[in-house]
């Protein structure tokens, strides 16, 4: 079992919805939780960084934390179809483990 | 602004042969990551430097080396290649109190024969 665990999807929302991606997690000494953006045959780019319980907003992106459920979310509010990539979660305490990613679609 | 360099973008190599990845990184960062990525696995830890002369192993080390050469470079080795090393590497670097790679190169796509 990884450490990090997200559905690969693909999560198709609607232009302008909100997409919702999600992320469980297996240690719970993790302290640090991270989300990063992969577009097709590009590299990841970290978008959101969450250290403790409850929501961090950024523009369009809020990331949510709740350590006694060992759960990560990323909300990404007003989708345009230039969201459509995959997110990966990542988390962890010395070192960070990634997950599988979640493939993200927004339909104009 | 370069960031995070790497060479070379694609390679073939044939099982058994040796290559050395390069990276490179010009943003004064103290630590730098190796990943590979494969499909259904996402990204995993090949080894990291957490600082120049400092090497630890990550998730998956068996088959490569690697050289922390000086700041600004980080190489990765594969001594004989296996099919099951086929797989796009990623090079990464991070501020010295960041635990998580900030900052990734373009990846080199591998394919071993």
């Known amino acids: 079992q990884k450490e990090v665990e997200q559905n690969s999807g693909p999560l198709s929302v609607p232009e302008g919805a909100i997409a919702s991606l999600n992320c469980t997690y297996s240690?719970?000494?993790?302290?640090?939780f991270f989300w990063y953006r992969q577009y097709s045959g590009k590299s990841p780019e970290l978008i959101m960084s969450?250290?403790?319980?409850g929501d961090k907003e950024d523009g369009r992106f809020t990331a949510q934390l709740n350590k006694a459920s060992q759960y990560v979310s990323l909300l990404i509010r007003d989708s345009q179809p230039s969201d459509s990539a995959t997110y990966l979660c990542?988390?962890?305490?010395?070192?960070?483990?990634f997950g599988i990613g979640t493939k993200l679609q927004v339909i104009p | 602004n370069a960031g995070v360099t790497q060479t070379p973008k694609f390679q073939v190599l044939k099982t058994g042969q040796s290559m050395t990845l390069q990276c490179a990184q010009d943003m004064n960062h103290n630590s730098m990551y190796w990943y590979r990525q494969d499909p259904g696995m996402g990204l995993r830890l090949i080894y990291y430097s957490a600082s120049e002369g400092t090497t630890d192993k990550g998730e998956v080390p068996n088959g490569y080396n690697v050289s922390r050469l000086n700041k600004r470079e980080f190489s990765l080795r594969l001594e004989s290649a296996a099919p099951s090393q086929t797989s796009v590497y990623f090079c990464a670097s991070s501020e010295a109190h960041r635990n998580q790679p900030q900052h990734f190169g373009d990846g080199t796509r591998l394919s071993i024969l």
């Open positions: 240690d719970r000494g993790s302290q640090s």
């Open positions: 990542a988390g962890g305490y010395q070192k960070v483990t």
């Open positions: 969450i250290y403790s319980n």
